[in-house]
């Protein structure tokens, strides 16, 4: 049985920062992909970034580059999402997921497992 659990969101001033972290379980995803996605009220779950599980070639989507780093910790099978210089337009729940086949993707259709989401709430 899988299970990804993310932790760290919370409310933050715009321009503030958070990290949230994803603790994978129940196999090894060694070079697979994890990825970062998000939902805001009324809209689509969206990419955010992901990474291969080696750590190589992370991949972001344009609004968050240079903001949003991705990365992971293979000893604590967990996944990390820094998130600074945090905009209003960040709120979201965001959710962690896992991809099993090789390769990064944008596509929420490419990933078999998800947590349960956390919420990431920037106030102006």
């Not at 994978?24 to 939902?39: C, H, I, L």
């Not at 090789?102 to 919420?119: A, F, P, V």
Request: glycine residues 12%; charged residues 15%.
């Amino acid at each position: 049985q899988v299970q990804l659990a993310e932790s760290g969101g919370g409310l933050v001033q715009a321009g503030g920062s958070l990290r949230l972290s994803c603790a994978a379980s129940g196999r090894t995803f060694n070079g697979y992909a994890m990825g970062w996605f998000r939902q805001a009220p009324g809209k689509e779950r969206d990419f955010v970034a992901a990474i291969i599980w080696s750590g190589s070639r992370p991949s972001y989507t344009d609004s968050v580059k240079g903001r949003f780093t991705i990365s992971r910790d293979s000893g604590k099978n967990t996944v990390y999402l820094q998130m600074n210089s945090l905009k209003p337009e960040d709120t979201a729940v965001y959710y962690c997921a896992a991809r099993t086949y090789y390769g990064l993707s944008s596509q929420r259709s490419d990933y078999t497992y998800w947590g349960q989401g956390t919420q990431v709430t920037v106030s102006s």
